[in-house]
């Protein structure tokens, strides 16, 4: 095992419907992280409810964890977990060339996409009690271009693009050291060095992105990601910053 962080639980299951409906149901009696790895998934979701493609072979895998404070800095985790994503995916290929980050939450191979994140909470009192953040990569195979909505980034498995082949426990052991390495940042100091390590990797920074939300479709440049986690874009009618939406190149 490499280096499994300390205070980490870690389970691995044959089957399981969800990791992250696992998640919500451990996490009342947890009393720290656990890792939960699906080697077989028969309900997996992505975001806004989407169906998630798991063959035999992908990772699925969920973190969850009790957190306490507002939701906005809760939902900072995302960059956390993909930048957790890119140390390991870098570490098992020995490359980080064609490795980039999209807004909000996937990691992006040659222009494909290699694998998403999926934020999901339970809260009392106005208060999140904890989080779950679900992994999907595409290790050894991905889903069918057809399969997807239109204007989708098209998807890419780690074997076809680079000939690596890893299991899922094995990544599962670079993924978790990652994670802890960049949560601690951004527990002891804050959002400022996660966000400019996200932005390093950022995919499309500087250049023309069309960000789709529940009401509309706004194209401008690709400005920044502000000290909340936004998506800054520099418009025809100017500055607009938006906390939820999908991106398409």
Known sequence: MNSWPAGYGRRVLARVDSTNAEAARIAPSLQGPEWILGLHQTDARGRRGRAWANPQGNFAATLVMPVGGAPELVALRSFVAALALFDATVAVTGRAEGFALKWPNDVLLNGGKLAGIL???????????????????????????????????RPVSLL???????????????????????EAQL??????????????????????????????EIAGKFETVDAAGNLVLSTPRGRVTLSAADVFF
Do not use: K, M
Request: proline fraction near 6%.
């Open 160 to 182: 076809s693009e680079t000939g690596t082949d890893v299991a899922p426990e094995a990544f599962l052991d670079l993924l978790a050291p990652a994670f802890a390495r960049h």
């Open 187 to 216: 527990v002891t100091y804050g959002f400022a060095p996660v966000r400019a390590a996200w932005l390093d990797q950022a995919a499309r920074l500087g250049e023309a992105i069309t960000a789709r939300t529940a009401r509309e």
């Open 119 to 153: 934020l999901e909470s339970a809260s009392a009192s106005g208060r999140i009690d904890h989080v779950a953040i679900g992994f999907g990569v595409n290790l050894r195979s991905a889903p069918a271009p057809d399969s997807l909505e239109a204007g989708a980034v």
